[in-house]
């Protein structure tokens, strides 16, 4: 079954501190993985998308890495802001027929306080 | 630009009452997704649809049914809410199906409670 795992659940820091998150996935075959923030009552919004052949790709404060090889990718943010509190979702697509479909992690709750 | 639009944000029901949501966008994507989030879960896909008037089940398809008569609406129906059914619905829309590198633009949400 395909899953994906994020740790931390929730995490507290400091405004202007950098933080980094976790996921790991076990979806096969790959296709792509994303990233969304998604704010309290919100959807969620994109941050950055990377398939197999790119291993990092940012997005202003926010960087991606993505190592297909342990099947493990990271969010780094760096000086965090209010605005940063949120929940972060690691999102990952297999690349099946066209009744496939994402494979959301459960995300971790970021909360900055000043 | 609207982007995606879900109505109503917030419903409470009665156990076995029926019920619609919906879901428009404007950004003329071929594909369609309604999901539920639960506390402590990842977004679950309930049913899309690839195309004007196809559908398909994903995951937890079971207690709804779905419409897709026109491109910009994606219509989700509930035949006889139950408890089990209180979750936040969100509607999604991508220029192509997920298997591709297709950016997903989500709604934001309609939050049902069935009582």
């Known amino acids: 079954k395909n899953q994906v795992e994020q740790s931390p659940q929730s995490l507290i820091i400091l405004e202007g501190k950098n933080c980094t998150l976790q996921?790991?996935?076990?979806?096969?075959?790959?296709?792509?993985l994303r990233w969304y923030k998604q704010d309290t009552g919100r959807g969620p919004v994109s941050l950055t998308i990377m398939t197999f052949s790119e291993n990092t790709k940012s997005n202003g404060r926010y960087t991606a890495t993505l190592d297909a090889d342990t099947k493990q990718s990271s969010l780094h943010t760096t000086a965090s802001q209010l605005s940063d509190s949120a929940s972060y979702i690691c999102v990952v697509s297999a690349g099946l027929n066209a009744g496939n479909m994402l494979t959301f992690g459960g995300g971790t709750r970021l909360m900055v306080k000043p | 630009n609207a982007g995606v639009t879900q109505t109503p944000k917030f419903q409470v029901l009665k156990t076995g009452q029926s019920m619609t949501l919906q879901c428009a966008q404007d950004?003329?994507?071929?594909?369609m997704y309604w999901y539920r989030q639960d506390p402590g879960m990842g977004l679950r896909l309930i049913y899309y649809?690839?195309?004007?008037?196809?559908?398909d089940k994903g995951e937890v398809p079971d207690g709804y049914n779905v419409s897709r008569l026109k491109k910009q609406n994606f219509l989700l129906g509930l035949e006889s809410a139950a408890p089990s059914q209180t979750s936040v619905y969100f509607c999604?829309?991508?220029?192509?199906?997920?298997?591709?590198?297709?950016?997903?633009?989500f709604g934001q949400g309609t939050r049902l409670t069935v009582v």
């Open positions: 999604a829309s991508s220029p192509l199906l997920n298997t591709r590198v297709s950016e997903a633009f």
């Open positions: 996921c790991n996935y076990t979806v096969s075959p790959f296709s792509n």
């Open positions: 649809s690839a195309s004007e008037g196809t559908t």
């Open positions: 950004m003329n994507h071929n594909s």
